[in-house]
C-alpha cells in the first residue's frame, strides 16, 4: 500500500556521500575481422605537414610539421569490431559511503520504493536503447554504411541494426524489438529485464560487440588521451588510447576505447532536463553537455536542488504505484546514483547532517 506522508525532518544532505558505479564497463577494444580471424587494430604514428591555421598563429599559412597517432583497419580486413563487456551491480540501493546514518537510510528507503514502483526498468530500458543504436561506438558510428550489435547474455545472443533506430528519438521495447536482426522480442524483455535486476539486486554480465562493414585502410577513432607528460615526451600533438597485447610474436598497442567514453555513451538517458533545444544528454548533476559547454540544469533542476527538496521528493516516490507514476526528478536523480561519484555538500544544513 503506497504511503501519503513523508517522514518529519527528511534529509538528502551530508557533508560525505559517495555511491559506487553500478554499470562497471570494460576497456573497449578495435579488431578488424578478415574472415574468420581477428586481428587487432594497431596504434601507429605518422609525420604530417600541415599548416597553422589557429587564430593569432606565431607562422600563419605556413608549414607547422607534427607527429601523430593514428589507426586504421588492417590490409584483408572487411569489418571493423569494437568489443567491451559490462557488469552491472546494485550500487545504487544504498551508499557507498555517508557521513550520516539516517541520511544514509533516508536514500536506501528511496531506492527501495522506486524499485519497488519498477523504476529501475525504465532506467534499464534506456540503457538498453543505447546499446542498441551503438552510441557507444561515437564518430566510428557515422563512416560506415551497414553494421550491427551484438549483445551476448547469460547463454542467450541478440543482435540489433543500429541504423534502425535514433540517437534522438528515445525507442521503447516495441521499437527496439523491430531493429532485432538476431533473437526475439522474449530474449530482448530478459535482456533489459536483467539489467534492472543487476541495479536492485543479482549481478548482471553481458557482452557487447559492434562489427560494422569497412574498407581495408579507413581510418579509425579511438579514444584519445590527454597526457601532457607523453605528449611532451615524444613531440605527440595526438595520442590514442591503446591496450599492449601479444600479436604476430610483438608487442603492439590495439586501439580502444575508454570505459569512461562508453558510459558516457549508456548514461546518454537524461531525457528529463528540460530543454528543447537537446535531446537526450548524460546523466551528470548540473546537465553538462561537453560538445557545447551548455549547462541545462543550473535553474532549480540540479542533482542537488532536487535533492534538498527531500520531503516532496519521499512523498512523491512513496504515492507513485507504478513506473509510469514516478516524475523525472526521481528518475534523474536515482540514475545520478547509478552513475556514481561524490555527492557530498558543504552548506549549512549539510554540515549539520554530518
Not at 518529519?8 to 574472415?35: D, H, K, P
Not at 569497412?214 to 588510447?241: C, H, N, T
Amino acid at each position: 500500500m503506497a504511503k501519503t506522508k513523508a517522514s518529519t525532518a527528511a534529509s538528502f544532505e551530508t557533508g560525505m556521500l559517495a555511491y559506487a558505479r553500478s554499470l562497471q564497463i570494460s576497456e573497449g577494444v578495435f579488431f578488424g575481422i578478415n574472415g574468420e580471424r581477428r586481428i587487432p587494430v594497431e596504434v601507429l604514428e605518422k609525420g604530417v605537414r600541415g599548416q597553422s591555421s589557429e587564430d593569432r598563429a606565431k607562422n600563419p599559412g605556413l608549414s607547422n610539421p607534427q607527429t601523430v597517432e593514428f589507426a586504421v583497419l588492417p590490409q584483408g580486413c572487411t569489418a571493423v569490431a569494437l568489443d567491451f563487456s559490462v557488469r552491472v551491480l546494485p550500487k545504487a540501493m544504498k551508499p557507498h559511503a555517508c557521513g550520516n546514518p539516517i541520511v544514509g537510510k533516508t536514500y536506501e528507503d528511496l531506492a527501495a520504493e522506486y524499485a519497488r514502483a519498477g523504476g529501475f526498468g525504465v532506467l534499464a530500458e534506456l540503457y538498453a536503447w543505447n546499446i542498441a543504436n551503438a552510441r557507444f561506438a561515437w564518430r566510428n558510428r557515422f563512416q560506415i554504411d551497414a553494421s550491427k550489435v551484438m549483445v551476448r547474455f547469460s547463454g542467450e545472443a541478440i543482435a540489433f541494426d543500429p541504423s534502425v533506430l535514433s540517437l534522438e528519438d528515445v525507442a521503447d521495447r516495441d521499437e527496439m524489438a523491430a531493429a532485432l536482426v538476431d533473437g526475439d522480442r522474449a530474449a530482448l524483455d530478459r535482456f533489459i529485464d536483467g539489467i534492472a535486476q543487476g541495479l536492485v539486486a543479482t549481478p548482471f554480465v553481458f557482452d557487447v560487440s559492434w562489427v560494422a562493414e569497412m574498407d581495408a585502410g579507413q581510418e579509425i577513432f579511438p579514444s584519445q588521451e590527454y597526457i601532457r607528460e607523453e605528449k611532451a615526451a615524444k613531440d605527440l600533438s595526438r595520442v590514442y588510447a591503446k591496450l599492449p597485447v601479444f600479436f604476430g610474436s610483438r608487442e603492439i598497442g590495439q586501439a580502444s576505447m575508454h570505459s569512461q567514453k562508453i558510459g558516457a555513451a549508456l548514461r546518454h538517458i537524461d531525457i528529463w532536463h528540460g530543454d528543447e533545444d537537446y535531446g537526450p544528454i548524460a546523466v551528470n548533476p548540473y546537465g553538462g553537455v561537453q560538445e557545447t559547454a551548455a549547462v541545462l540544469r543550473n535553474a532549480k533542476n540540479s542533482f542537488y536542488d532536487i535533492r534538498k527538496k527531500a520531503e516532496e521528493v519521499i512523498t512523491d516516490m512513496a504515492n507513485a504505484e507504478t513506473a509510469a507514476d514516478i516524475p523525472g526528478r526521481i528518475h534523474f536523480m536515482m540514475a545520478n546514483l547509478v552513475r556514481g561519484g561524490v555527492y557530498g555538500s558543504s552548506s549549512k544544513s549539510a554540515e549539520a547532517n554530518s
